[in-house]
């Protein structure tokens, strides 16, 4: 389960860097949206271990 969670994370930045549409090609390869990537991430990761309760959104800073 652990070694699949990090591929799928290693994934989920792969298609960040790839999907940003408005950007050109070389700033969408050098920048991602770390509040949406932490937030994608923690949904899969909660979806991965048995959580009684996750939290709907965690806020988080405009990172980039």
Known sequence: MESRN???SMALIHS???ESESLSES???SEIDMKGFINKLLVQLFQSYPVSDPPRHLPAPEIR
């Open 27 to 29: 700033e969408s390869l």
């Open 16 to 18: 960040q860097l790839y």
């Open 6 to 8: 990090r591929v799928n």
